[in-house]
């Protein structure tokens, strides 16, 4: 079981950076693929990027590749989301989630956090 908590979203202007981060409690922790997802007003989840269970693999959404970089810390429990050069079509709910196949799919992933809002103005 692996319970999750995202933070560090908010308010930024086109072109600005945000970091997002997830703590997560459990022992199994270091073992599981961590996902990014987000959603936006009237539109499906979608992925952003995953980290395998080292952080020496990682997948990106074309959206966001070379502008979000994903990392994680096991001794912390924590994975984090950079995000430089955002745009008002990154503002959405942003998920972190919890799984054991590194990939894009939703359904792959069987913990989720209760997200964190990121707006994105022009």
């Known amino acids: 079981q692996v319970q999750l908590v995202e933070s560090g979203g908010g308010l930024v202007q086109a072109g600005g950076s945000l970091r997002l981060f997830c703590a997560a409690s459990g022992r199994t922790f270091s073992s599981v693929v961590m996902g990014w997802f987000r959603q936006a007003p009237g539109k499906e989840r979608e992925f952003v990027g995953a980290i395998n269970w080292s952080g020496g693999s990682t997948l990106y959404a074309a959206s966001v590749k070379g502008r979000f970089t994903i990392s994680r810390d096991n001794a912390r429990n924590t994975v984090y989301l950079q995000m430089n050069s955002l745009k008002p079509e990154d503002t959405a709910v942003y998920y972190c989630?919890?799984?054991?196949?590194?990939?894009?799919?939703?359904?792959?992933?069987?913990?989720w956090g209760q997200g964190t809002q990121v707006t994105v103005s022009s």
């Open positions: 989630a919890a799984g054991y196949t590194l990939g894009a799919a939703t359904s792959g992933y069987l913990y």
